[in-house]
């Protein structure tokens, strides 16, 4: 789950690297490029309280599952993209997928670990993300400088669909009932 707040954070942050090659391709001015690169934002800002409560309805599990794989199809998709409009609905998609991340991690953090480290937990989770943003800028910089941008969101569809594999084996929801729907906040 931490590993999935690195690369939201890559999804937050990858189009200044790409600016020249969206706007190229994508015949986007200014106020164009503006609205792709914060279409993410507003979903993912509104889905922040919503996420909490499906957190707590349906577990961590699903919904990292489900926000995990609308990320990975949204970002094939980005790169597929042949208009402004089809890449911005999937910069909201990717909004959709990650709001509900920092959510999960934390919450996996509460219920598999003691309280008395949780606050450490978070501040690893915040790291993680900070790496992401810094990291991804540097690493997908390299691969849009060398092979484009539509290369560099396809290798971003690749290792979100890996981050999936690892979530579908590893992450459990509290007593690792699956088909328990209520997450297990420690007392």
Known sequence: AAMYVFFQMVLQTF?????????????LNEAGFGGLSSSFYYPYILLQVPAGILVSRFGVRSVLITGASLCTVASFLFAMSKTAAA???TRILMGLGAAPTVVCALALAAQWFPARIFPMLAALTEVAGMTGAALGQETLGFIVENAGWRIAMTACGAFSAFLLVLIVMFVRNANSADSETDTQWPE
């Open 87 to 89: 890449a911005e609905a």
């Open 15 to 27: 189009p200044s690297v790409m600016r020249e090659g969206l706007v190229v391709d994508l015949s």
